[in-house]
């Protein structure tokens, strides 16, 4: 891994763990638009491993997570997408779609909240 998440996000040894323990390999963290809000998510993984990251590292995110089998098979993972030079958007499986930088998540599953942080 190339980034220093310790870092980047000031998040404690278990609160890395914890994200190594869901993600799959990866080197860098690519830019995504959620819902008109800039995040960066780990290569090689799903948008909705990425999210679950995101929440993890910043609190931005919170989940039902009840709700969701990360399989493929349930569908309520089913996301409004638009890839980068594309008007059009697409309906997909957030933990069927991997994140690549540009893409813009328009409207999240049910179950998925972007909680906006006052600083
Ligand atoms: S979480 Fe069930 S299909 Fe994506």
């Known amino acids: 891994m190339a980034v220093d998440l310790k870092a980047m996000f000031n998040v404690d040894e278990a609160a890395i763990q914890d ?33 679950q990251f995101w929440g ?21 993972c089913k996301s409004r997408i638009r890839r980068p030079g594309e008007d059009r958007k697409l309906s997909v499986l957030a933990c069927q779609t991997m994140a690549e930088p540009g893409i813009e998540i328009t409207r999240l599953p049910q179950g998925f909240r972007f909680v906006q942080k006052l600083y």
């Open 19 to 51: 994200a190594m323990d869901i993600l799959r390999p990866f080197e860098n963290l690519v830019p995504i638009v959620i819902e008109g809000n800039e995040v960066m998510l780990p290569e090689n993984n799903s948008l909705w491993r990425g999210m």
């Open 56 to 76: 993890l590292m910043t609190g931005q995110i919170s989940i039902d997570f009840g709700l969701f089998c990360i399989a493929g098979t349930c569908k309520n």
